[in-house]
C-alpha cells in the first residue's frame, strides 16, 4: 500500500496513544491521508498516521489549499441531514451504489476529501488522482473510516459506487493528539471532528 484517508496518527481508543505500526514505526505509507510529511515533521509519521487511511497528507498542500471540482461541489452542495450512530459517528448518504459490501480485511479502493471544520480541505485523493486502497475492518485506517465503510451499529455497509459523507469524532480520528504536529502547530489540531466525502470504488 503506498498511502492511507486516514494514517497520520490514527487514534486507536483501545491504546490510547499508541498507535505506531508494529512493522514499521515511524513510516508513513498510507493510502487514504497521504501524508508525506517524512521530509517535513520530524519524527516522521508511521504508516497508521499518515485517514482511516491512506490517513499521508502534504505540509505544502496544507498551507496552500489546492481547489479541485470534487472540493468546491463537496464544499457547497452538503445537502445532507446526518445521521449519528451511538458511537458518534454520522453518516450521510449521497449515493447508495451497488453491488455487494465490503468483507473486513477485504482489500478495497476509495477515493476521498477530508476536510476540518472550518472547511479546509487537509488533503484530498481526487487532488493526486488515485483513490486509497487499504485493507478495510482492521485498523489501517482510522476507526471513523473502517467503521464508516465497513458498517457497525446503526451504520449500514458501503457497496461499490456510493458516496457518502461522514462527521468522524475525535475519538475515532486522531483524538488528543492530532496528526502533522510540530512546533506548536499541526495539520489536525489535537481533539478535531473531522468532514470526510468518501466515495466507495470497489474491491482492489
Known sequence: MSSLPL???????AHRL??????????VQSSALKLNLNATISPPLSRREAVGIGFCFSLVQFLHPRTDAAAAE????????YTAA??????CDKAIGTGPS?????????????RLPDGK?????????????????VGEVIKGWDDGILGGEGIPPMLPGGKRKLKIPP???????????????????????LFFDVEFVGKA
Not at 74 to 81: F, G, I, L, V
Not at 102 to 114: E, F, T, V
Not at 127 to 132: A, D, E, I, T, Y
Open 121 to 137: 480541505v487537509f488533503d484530498s485523493s481526487y487532488n493526486r488522482g488515485k483513490p486509497l486502497t487499504f485493507r478495510v475492518g
Open 7 to 13: 494514517s497520520i496518527g490514527i487514534y486507536n481508543p
Open 18 to 27: 499508541g498507535s505506531l505500526t508494529r512493522r514499521k514505526p515511524w513510516i
Open 171 to 193: 475519538a475515532l480520528g486522531y483524538g488528543m493528539r492530532g496528526a502533522g504536529c510540530k512546533g506548536g502547530s499541526c495539520i489536525i489540531p489535537p481533539d478535531s471532528v
Open 74 to 81: 463537496s464544499a457547497t452542495s452538503d445537502t445532507c441531514e
Open 102 to 114: 465490503p468483507a473486513k480485511g477485504q482489500l478495497i479502493k476509495a477515493h476521498y476529501i477530508g
Open 86 to 91: 451511538p458511537s458518534g459517528l454520522a453518516f
